[in-house]
């Protein structure tokens, strides 16, 4: 055989590698609820509300018991998603105000690190990360983008207000605004499929990011009828737009299971946040609720399926985070899950492949303006500018009822002075607008940290 031979040998050996390598690759989807209660879905035990879809990737895939976001409001828990990172680090503390503001154009998203990696990449549903078209998701790393630039929107068209040009909780199409017919869950589960259902070699990244079931209170008269049973007329229509999110990722999991691909789709499930006090959702047996930071607003439902790699359900204690998701999902992908800036996110799959590893977070932290936290194994800590410290061990109180923080003060100032280091790496907040509504809304529930005077995160009436 001679050299030339040899090498067009060597190069049809490389040729089929790369090609195999990409078909092992697996297709991912990555599902956001909006403000969806921590107890509201079948496989959390909701006695009411029901979401068998849900139900079934939670039985045949990895259900996180003690998964976190890194916020207990939308923009920041989405931008420390979006970079598996503490967006803290780069100041975007609160919700986004009007623009100019946005998140740090110097970060790294997820959807640039999946399209470095040869992937297909859009974005379905809620932004939420900046209005400008610097911060347009096209520009920030998704090849398409059907959804809305800001936080909530009505999930009916309404000419009267969609069409004004300039309205950034209107449904776009890569820069376009465009009408919509039906109901908006629905239409986003479908142009989800659409996107899934497009040819192309590449494997895809897909960010479903559903606006339910954060207000406005909407739902299909069919969908609310079938939840009679629920007296409170709000929590009924709550649960309509939960079932009709379930439906929706029902028929989206059905088209990638029909393509022949369900086997090597990695799928992720979480909520952005916990349930709000204007949604009726629970957070049960949580206290606290969207806002703040006891469970109840940072504690999520979080499901990981994918069936090549792990095949059996199971369900996996340790303390993990949205920024997992991120150095997750690359190193899934065959890439270097490192960055420049570095990450406070881990990549999970060494920790699910053995569970006899170390654990994926000894510590997370939380903070807002005046309102910070702090978990160290099972202990948290919680602390409020003008009212002092709460601490507590969820492993025997997981509601947060007992503040141990008067009978160990030891343990309150080790936490302490750990949890002010960390405050020492971030950088200052972008802006404070977007937090002020947060001094009035939940500094009335801060009775919670005495211990004594609460009923699950709210104040008693």
Same mark, same amino acid.
């Given at each position: 055989?001679?050299?030339?031979?040899?090498?067009?040998?060597?190069?049809?050996?490389?040729?089929?590698?790369?090609?195999?390598?990409?078909?092992?690759?697996?297709?991912?989807?990555?599902?956001?609820?909006?403000?969806?209660?921590?107890?509201?879905?079948?496989?959390?035990?909701?006695?009411?509300?029901?979401?068998?879809?849900?139900?079934?990737?939670?039985?045949?895939?990895?259900?996180?018991?003690?998964?976190?976001?890194?916020?207990?409001?939308?923009?920041?828990?989405?931008?420390?998603?979006?970079?598996?990172?503490?967006?803290?680090?780069?100041?975007?503390?609160?919700?986004?105000?009007?623009?100019?503001?946005?998140?740090?154009?110097?970060?790294?998203?997820?959807?640039?690190?999946?399209?470095?990696?040869?992937?297909?990449?859009?974005?379905?549903?809620?932004?939420?990360?900046?209005?400008?078209?610097?911060?347009?998701?096209?520009?920030?790393?998704?090849?398409?983008?059907?959804?809305?630039?800001?936080?909530?929107?009505?999930?009916?068209?309404?000419?009267?207000?969609?069409?004004?040009?300039?309205?950034?909780?209107?449904?776009?199409?890569?820069?376009?605004?465009?009408?919509?017919?039906?109901? @908006?869950?629905?239409?986003?589960?479908?142009? +989800?499929?659409?996107?899934?259902?497009? &040819? $192309? /070699?590449? *494997?895809?990244?897909?960010?479903?990011?559903?606006?339910?079931?954060?207000?406005?209170?909407?739902?299909?008269?069919?969908?609310?009828?079938?939840?009679?049973?629920?007296?409170?007329?709000?929590?009924?229509?709550?649960?309509?737009?939960?079932?009709?999110?379930?439906?929706?990722?029902?028929?989206?999991?059905?088209?990638?299971?029909?393509?022949?691909?369900?086997?090597?789709?990695?799928?992720?499930?979480?909520?952005?946040?916990?349930?709000?006090?204007?949604?009726?959702?629970?957070?049960?047996?949580?206290?606290?609720?969207?806002?703040?930071?006891?469970?109840?607003?940072?504690?999520?439902?979080?499901?990981?399926?994918?069936?090549?790699?792990?095949?059996?359900?199971?369900?996996?204690?340790?303390?993990?985070?949205? @920024?997992?998701?991120?150095?997750?999902?690359? +190193?899934?992908?065959?890439?270097?899950? &490192? $960055? /420049?800036? *570095?990450?406070?996110?881990?990549?999970?799959?060494?920790?699910?492949?053995?569970?006899?590893?170390?654990?994926?977070?000894?510590?997370?932290?939380?903070?807002?303006?005046?309102?910070?936290?702090?978990?160290?194994?099972?202990?948290?800590?919680?602390?409020?500018?003008?009212?002092?410290?709460?601490?507590?061990?969820?492993?025997?109180?997981?509601?947060?009822?007992?503040?141990?923080?008067?009978?160990?003060?030891?343990?309150?100032?080790?936490?302490?002075?750990?949890?002010?280091?960390?405050?020492?790496?971030?950088?200052?907040?972008?802006?404070?607008?977007?937090?002020?509504?947060?001094?009035?809304?939940?500094?009335?529930?801060?009775?919670?940290?005495?211990?004594?005077?609460?009923?699950?995160?709210?104040?008693?009436?």
């Amino acid at each position: 055989m001679n050299l030339s031979h040899i090498l067009i040998y060597l190069a049809i050996i490389l040729s089929s590698t790369s090609v195999a390598f990409a078909e092992d690759r697996p297709n991912i989807l990555l599902i956001l609820a909006d403000d969806l209660g921590y107890e509201d879905l079948g496989f959390q035990n909701s006695p009411e509300i029901q979401s068998p879809n849900l139900d079934r990737l939670a039985a045949n895939g990895i259900r996180f018991t003690d998964a976190h976001t890194t916020a207990s409001v939308c923009s920041p828990s989405r931008a420390g998603l979006m970079t598996g990172r503490y967006q803290q680090r780069f100041g975007h503390e609160a919700n986004v105000p009007p623009t100019p503001h946005g998140m740090d154009l110097n970060e790294i998203t997820l959807g640039q690190k999946m399209r470095q990696a040869g992937y297909r990449t859009g974005i379905i549903g809620k932004w939420h990360l900046g209005n400008l078209d610097s911060q347009y998701p096209t520009e920030r790393g998704f090849d398409y983008f059907y959804g809305l630039r800001e936080g909530s929107r009505s999930y009916f068209y309404n000419p009267k207000k969609d069409d004004k040009l300039g309205n950034h909780h209107g449904i776009e199409e890569n820069g376009k605004q465009v009408t919509f017919e039906g109901y @908006l869950t629905d239409v986003l589960g479908d142009r +989800a499929i659409h996107f899934i259902e497009k &040819s $192309s /070699e590449k *494997p895809f990244f897909l960010y479903l990011s559903f606006t339910a079931p954060h207000g406005p209170m909407h739902g299909k008269d069919e969908d609310i009828a079938r939840f009679a049973h629920i007296e409170n007329p709000k929590r009924r229509t709550y649960a309509s737009m939960v079932w009709a999110m379930d439906r929706a990722i029902g028929k989206v999991v059905n088209t990638i299971d029909a393509r022949g691909i369900a086997d090597n789709t990695l799928i992720w499930f979480l909520s952005d946040n916990g349930g709000a006090t204007g949604n009726a959702s629970s957070n049960l047996p949580l206290a606290g609720f969207k806002g703040i930071k006891f469970e109840g607003g940072i504690r999520v439902p979080f499901v990981m399926h994918w069936k090549n790699r792990f095949p059996q359900g199971r369900v996996f204690n340790s303390m993990v985070s949205a @920024l997992d998701i991120l150095p997750t999902c690359v +190193a899934a992908a065959g890439g270097d899950p &490192s $960055s /420049e800036r *570095p990450l406070d996110g881990v990549n999970l799959l060494p920790f699910l492949d053995s569970p006899q590893k170390t654990v994926p977070h000894e510590k997370l932290f939380w903070h807002k303006l005046w309102f910070s936290a702090m978990r160290e194994g099972p202990w948290k800590l919680i602390y409020v500018q003008d009212y002092g410290y709460a601490l507590y061990n969820l492993d025997n109180d997981l509601s947060e009822r007992h503040d141990l923080s008067k009978i160990m003060p030891e343990r309150v100032d080790k936490m302490t002075k750990s949890m002010n280091r960390w405050k020492e790496e971030l950088s200052e907040p972008q802006w404070k607008e977007g937090a002020q509504w947060f001094d009035t809304h939940s500094k009335n529930h801060i009775r919670i940290i005495n211990g004594d005077d609460y009923l699950i995160g709210y104040p008693k009436q």
